[in-house]
Nanobody, 124 residues
Framework: QVQLVESGGGLVQAGGSLSLSCAAS????????LGWFRQAPGKEREFVATISRTGGGTYYSDSVKGRFTISRNNAKNTVNLQMNSLKPEDTAVYYC?????????????????WGQGTQVTVSS
């Protein structure tokens, strides 16, 4: 079992930055690929970024590429999402998720464990 708890959300003006963090329980953290997803009101949950178990592979959605950076610290069981140049369309609840395997995936269905989410609101 893996429990994930996100933090760091909030309200920021367009062009600003926020850093999200996700803390995980369990001794298998280092063997799992991790991802960040988001869900805006009235929309489906969508992929944002993913990172392999070693941190050597990272992938981003086109909408955040060049603005967001995903990273992980296996010694501390944490995964972070640094978000820069935020836009109003980035407003959503952001979720941290963990896979059962170490390879990256863009697919929601490939992730077994999910956090409760943290709200990010970007004002124009």
């Amino acid at each position: 079992q893996v429990q994930l708890v996100e933090s760091g959300g909030g309200l920021v003006q367009a062009g600003g930055s926020l850093s999200l963090s996700c803390a995980a329980s369990g001794r298998t953290f280092g063997s799992r690929a991790l991802g960040w997803f988001r869900q805006a009101p009235g929309k489906e949950r969508e992929f944002v970024a993913t990172i392999s178990r070693t941190g050597g592979g990272t992938y981003y959605s086109d909408s955040v590429k060049g603005r967001f950076t995903i990273s992980r610290n296996n010694a501390k069981n944490t995964v972070n999402l640094q978000m820069n140049s935020l836009k109003p369309e980035d407003t959503a609840v952001y979720y941290c998720a963990a896979r059962d395997s170490g390879g990256v995936s863009f697919e929601l269905k490939e992730y077994t464990y999910w956090g409760q989410g943290t709200q990010v609101t970007v004002s124009s």
